[in-house]
């Protein structure tokens, strides 16, 4: 069974960075699309960014500047590192992982951005 744990949430102040760890363990193969996904109170889970099959990547409009999203295959390991923090982005952030056709996630790491 795939698991995937996040880590690195927190508090943080405006324009303050943080990096975001997914640690995957199970069978995980090469072809697959891993990315990170957020969710605000009383709004729905909307995609961050993501890595795709050929390597590519994806960032979502709100994000493009400001986050960038890595990956450790050796070591099972997705990023997202975070800059420029704004209350905005302030959600519980979630790992993905898709491959063969079954999606996978993490519980979610909390990110507060506030003075």
């Known amino acids: 069974q795939v698991q995937l744990v996040e880590s690195g949430g927190g508090l943080v102040q405006p324009g303050g960075s943080l990096r975001l760890s997914c640690a995957a363990s199970?069978?995980?193969?090469?072809?697959?699309?891993r990315g990170w996904y957020r969710q605000a109170p009383g709004k729905e889970r909307v995609l961050v960014a993501y890595i795709g099959v050929a390597g590519n990547t994806y960032y979502a409009d709100s994000v493009k500047g400001r986050f960038t999203i890595s990956s450790d295959n050796v070591k099972k390991m997705l990023y997202l590192q975070m800059n420029s923090l704004a209350p905005e982005d302030t959600a519980t952030y979630y790992c993905?992982?898709?491959?063969?056709?079954?999606?996978?996630w993490g519980q979610g790491t909390q990110v507060t951005v506030s003075s």
């Open positions: 993905n992982l898709l491959q063969r056709g079954t999606t996978y």
């Open positions: 199970g069978s995980i193969f090469s072809i697959n699309t």
